[in-house]
């Protein structure tokens, strides 16, 4: 009786083909795993801008109807929620307009409107008294973050 050592060529191909679809999958899941990832660190980034620039705007004054305050130069300047109104930045920057290292395909916008006391999901056309102040934050013209606050009058 003959005795047989080691693998056939068969039995090494197949094991060369069985390594081999292991390896690609695991680094198609690795690829998976990457991409994941920093989708996650983008929203937690858009979530920190949103809120960031929320508190500065809640934190500034509603002095109700009056005449619309000038723009100043810098965000750092403003001292009222109107001076808000219709803002957009990319990339976004800090308080001070010291950039915050983003790629110009960052994107943060504010959108002010009045609203009803009554039923704060209608906006009204004139100053209630009340104002709904949105905040979106784009990447690449994709949505990763959106807050939403109320502001009443001071």
């Not at 693998?7 to 198609?28: N, T, W």
């Not at 109700?64 to 723009?71: C, E, K, N």
């Not at 130069?73 to 808000?84: A, K, L, M, V």
């Not at 008294?129 to 990447?139: A, D, E």
């Amino acid at each position: 009786m003959r005795q047989t050592r080691g693998f056939s060529l068969v039995e090494s191909m197949l094991a060369v083909l069985v390594l081999s679809l292991i390896a690609v999958l695991a680094m198609e899941a690795a690829g998976n795993s990457a991409r994941v990832q920093k989708t996650l660190v983008d929203k937690q980034l858009a979530d920190r801008l949103a809120d960031s620039l929320l508190a500065e705007i809640t934190s500034k004054s509603y002095p109700g109807a009056t005449t619309p305050a000038a723009l100043p130069t810098t965000r750092g300047s403003y001292t009222r929620i109107d001076q808000y109104a219709a803002f957009d930045e990319s990339p976004p920057t800090f308080r001070s307009g010291e950039n915050a290292n983003l790629a110009a395909t960052w994107r943060r916008t504010v959108e002010l409107s009045f609203i009803d006391p009554a039923d704060p999901t209608r906006t009204v056309p004139t100053d209630s008294g009340l104002r709904r102040i949105s905040i979106t934050v784009l990447r690449d013209s994709t949505v990763l973050s959106q807050r939403v606050a109320l502001r009443g009058r001071d």
